[in-house]
């Protein structure tokens, strides 16, 4: 039987949502033999645990079939492989920074600096879009120390919050491109291997439609039900159940976390009663 081999990060940011969500998709896994080797019982899967900077390759060589990177290592690397899907998690952004107390014109700032990064494809590419001349100064890490202790005048690097560029006295100037978590999976998958990803794919897309999504049930009169499922989105329409006591009937739904507490005083103000809110573990649509 084929195996799909997945190349996730052996320790990092990415490790534990990787992990959990192979899990959330009911694959079990078990620790192999030898301890970088991953194997799950009810799913032809395979882990290889690296570091996130070797994935593309050994994904474009079909070492692993396809792996969990964060976006910005698939654009710095630059391998022949596909991005088969967005995960939403581990986001951030790669961006030009400067020191705090230097007046920013522009772009045009940058000609003739020497900039810092662990990301220099990234930013050969846009800059060179730009028409803009830097000195490159490639380290692997600490980037944002990089102009207070004189190896560059500024930096390119990821950001998040953005604290760490404010604890090191630089703003951000421009932000280069967005990233987040991905799926990349080799050009030549055989079939078998195509399927297996296939099924993995709807697996965690039924994870993530359940997300943030609650079942509801509640009683209302039924003259007030057509204003109820106005306020109600439901997936195609609300269930509707009639109740033993006349004139009433139950209805059920799903609302979203995002609109629930809006949602939850309207259906009051329109009679409802008894409202039962439920988690949902997994939405097939
Ligand atoms: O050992 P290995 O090579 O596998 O790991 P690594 O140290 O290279 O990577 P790791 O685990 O730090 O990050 C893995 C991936 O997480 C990155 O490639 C990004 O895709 C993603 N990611 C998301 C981040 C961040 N957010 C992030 N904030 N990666 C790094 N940072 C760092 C950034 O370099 C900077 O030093 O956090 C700092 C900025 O954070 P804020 O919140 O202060 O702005
Ligand atoms: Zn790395």
Known sequence: MEILKIAIQKSGRLSEKSLELIQECDIKITEGKRRLIGISNDYPLELLYLRDDDIPQYVADGVADIGIVGENEVMEKDKNVVLVK????????LSLAIPQDVDYPGLQ?????????SYPNILKKFLKEKGIQVTIEEISGSVE?????????CIFDIVSSGSTLVSNRLKE???VTQSEAV???????SPAKQKLLDGLLFRIKTVQQSIGNKYILLNAPNDRLEDIFNILPGMKSPTVLPLHLTGWSSVHSVVNEKDFWGI???????????????PIEKMIL
């Open 109 to 117: 700032w940058f000609n003739g600096k020497k900039i810092a990064t």
């Open 173 to 175: 100037v421009d932000v």
């Open 86 to 93: 967005r995960l939403g998690f581990a986001k951030c952004r």
């Open 183 to 189: 799926i990349i999976a080799s050009p030549k998958l």
């Open 145 to 153: 120390i990089a102009p207070s202790i004189g190896l560059a005048e």
């Open 264 to 278: 939850i005083d309207k259906l009051k103000e329109c009679g409802a009663e008894g409202i039962l809110v439920i």
